[in-house]
Structure formats: C-alpha cells, structure tokens
C-alpha cells in the first residue's frame, strides 16, 4: 500500500513538479489548492507527464474548517508537504495582513490537525530569505535568521518557529523546513512549469517573457554591486533538483532516518551566478536576444546568496545536479509552449 501524501499548493510551480516527483516514485498524492494563484490546467499537465492523476480538493486553508473536515474526509494521510502560501516579496510589504493571515493562519491550523495524529510527517517550504544578507558565504543552516527585510521573509521566519515548538510538544509530529534558494527552469516537457501572475517580480520569468516579446526589456537592478561585475550573486536552483529534494526529506521521515523531530536544510546548487552571468547564459544556451538596462538598485535586494550544501549532500542525501544552462533551457522551452498557448 503506497503512502498517501497531502501537497498543500500543489498546482503551484515548486508544488506541482514536486506532485510529479511523487508520483514517479510511487505515492500518493491529494492536492489542496485554493486556485488563487494557479490553474486546474496544472493539473491536466501533472497527469499528462505522470499519467497519474491526483485526487484535488479546492480548499482555501485559512477556513479552519474546511481543513478540519479535509482530515475527517482524509484519515490517511501518512505525510503533508506545505507549500500553499503568498510569495511576492514586494506585495507582502504593501499588504502585510494578507501576508500574515494566508502564510501563517493555514499553517496553524494544518498543525492543529497534525498534531492530534498518533504520527504526522511535515515538510515546510521555507526560504533563504530568512538570512537577509549572511555574514558568511556559502550559507549554511547555522547562519543567524536575521530581521526579515519583508513580511513575507518574516512570515517565512515565524512559520519555522512555530513549527520547531509545535514538534517540542508534539510527540508523535517530524517536520523538516527546507530553504530554498533561488527556484528556475521547468519540467523538460514544457507541460509545467512557472506562471507569473502579472508582471513577474523574479528575474528568470521576466527574462523570458522579455526574450519572446511580452516585456519590452529587462531592467538589470543596479551593477554597482561590490561583486565580481556590479551585480548581484544568486543560487539559482531547477524545480526539478528541489522537487527531488522534497521526496527524500519525506521518506527520510518515513522511513525513521531523522536525527531529531526538527531539521532544517539548505536547498541550493552551492554555486552564486551574479545576474549578468545568468543574462549571458541565458543568451547562450538558447540563442535568444534578451534587450536589458541597467537602472538603480532594488530595495531589500541582498548583495549575495548562495548555499553551502554540505548538510543536504551529507545528512539530507541529496545533491542539485542539473546546470544553470539546463534550468534556463527549460524556463525558455516552457515559455514558447505558454506563449503558444496564449496565442491560439
Ligand atoms: C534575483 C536577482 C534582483 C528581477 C526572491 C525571494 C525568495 C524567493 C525567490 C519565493 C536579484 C535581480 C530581478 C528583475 C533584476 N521567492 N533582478 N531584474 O529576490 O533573490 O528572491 O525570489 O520563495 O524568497 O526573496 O529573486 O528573482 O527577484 O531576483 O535585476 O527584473 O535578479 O535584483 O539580484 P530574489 P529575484
């Protein structure tokens, strides 16, 4: 009998390649998504790669109790990865109770329902936002949290605390926060991928919307940086590196392998690409002409931030393994087939 798994945010982009991932090793997948930022065409290219469909519930977590009943409906549930959550760091400054209900309301009430259980296996998506700007690069996970620069980052921040004190208390609850870095790129099959709602706040969406000609040019925010050419470093991960990940950190709970009921992973490539690296690889890799400026800085943007890996390859067991080229290859493949779509 195969696990059953909840992926909160499943038609996302980090959650709907993870729902793939799973699939393809075998579990099974119900998906809540309260389709605010996403599409049931996700969905319809979930199955068309895994030739699996999903059961999908359209719950919005912050109705307490709707997701009392999905447990109810749902008994067995042998792990929940929670990615449903607001993302747009620079909306969060702007409407910060949006920020604090959504992120951080759903995740108190997934928890409630967790920890009623006799064991509960939870994966939490967090970010390398939590660092602000590190002292020490790479960053590893004993890096001091520093004062968010966004409501967002702070609820990133908050939502890991409550986690760690709720497995104090807790017995029978695992939980694991992975911190991203930097997401790109797409399935190989173009049949998932990112879909920006607006105009794409992070750089490698609006790199290829600028490259097919929805975007007139990229701005490059500010190139007097003290890095190696004025602008600033990255790690820059592909969805399907992170989306592998998250399989192994929950079989790692699964399957007993957890060193405490709490753990904390950094989730990068461990190599920092500065933004014009990533512009000319991008033109590189794909042949494309990307039209940029450079303007001035963008507030909150840290000046470099990339993953000491150490802890994921060695503890975790994992390793990002696909290029920048690749991710950015991929993140050019899906937006023709989107742009195709748009078309017709
Ligand atoms: C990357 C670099 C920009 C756009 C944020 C969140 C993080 C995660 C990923 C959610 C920076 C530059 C960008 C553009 C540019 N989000 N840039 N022109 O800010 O590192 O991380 O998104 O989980 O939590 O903090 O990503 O892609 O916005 O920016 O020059 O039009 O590209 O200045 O140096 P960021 P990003």
């Not at 936002?129 to 890096?143: C, H, K, R, S």
């Not at 029978?172 to 399935?187: D, E, M, Q, T, V």
């Not at 790199?207 to 007139?216: F, L, P």
């Not at 957890?258 to 989730?267: A, D, T």
Request: proline fraction near 4%; include cysteine; glycine fraction near 8%.
């Amino acid at each position: 009998m195969s696990s059953k798994i909840l992926v909160t945010g499943g038609l996302g982009f980090i959650g709907s390649h993870t729902v793939v991932a799973l699939q393809e090793k075998g579990f099974e997948v119900v998906i809540i998504d309260n389709l605010s930022n996403s599409s049931l065409n996700v969905l319809e290219g979930i199955v068309s790669i895994s030739q699996k469909k999903p059961a999908f519930e359209q719950i919005d977590l912050r109705e307490k109790e709707a997701v009392k009943k999905f447990f109810e409906k749902y008994t067995d549930i042998d792990g929940v990865i929670h990615f449903a959550a607001s993302k747009a760091v620079g909306e969060s400054v702007g409407n910060p109770l949006l920020y604090y209900e959504n992120n951080l309301s759903t995740l108190v009430y997934l928890l409630q329902e967790l920890q009623e259980k006799p064991k509960a296996n939870f994966i939490f998506s967090s970010s390398c936002t939590v660092y602000g700007q590190a002292d020490e690069l790479p960053i590893n996970e004993n890096a001091p949290v520093k004062k968010a620069e966004s409501p967002y980052g702070n609820t990133k921040q908050i939502g890991e605390e409550i986690i760690a004190d709720t497995c104090k208390v807790a017995t029978g609850l695992k939980a694991i926060s992975l911190r991203y870095f930097n997401p790109i790129g797409a399935h190989p099959s173009a049949a998932i991928g990112e879909l920006p709602i607006g105009t794409p706040q992070n750089l490698v969406p609006f790199i290829t919307q600028t490259a097919i000609g929805r975007r007139q040019e990229l701005s490059v925010f500010g190139d007097d940086y003290p890095t190696r050419d004025g602008t600033c470093i990255r790690d820059y991960i592909h969805v399907m590196d992170l989306a592998q990940a998250h399989v192994v950190a929950l079989e790692r709970l699964i399957e007993g392998k957890e060193e405490s009921n709490y753990e904390v992973f950094n989730l990068g490539t461990g190599k920092g690409n500065t933004v014009l690296e990533v512009i000319n690889t991008f033109q590189e890799s794909t042949g494309a002409k990307l039209p940029y400026k450079i303007t001035e800085r963008r507030e909150g943007d840290v000046i470099a931030a990339f993953a000491d890996t150490e802890k994921a390859n060695n503890v975790l067991g994992w390793n990002a393994s696909r290029s920048l080229s690749e991710a950015l290859k991929s993140a050019w493949k899906w937006q023709k087939e989107v742009s195709k779509d748009e078309e017709n």
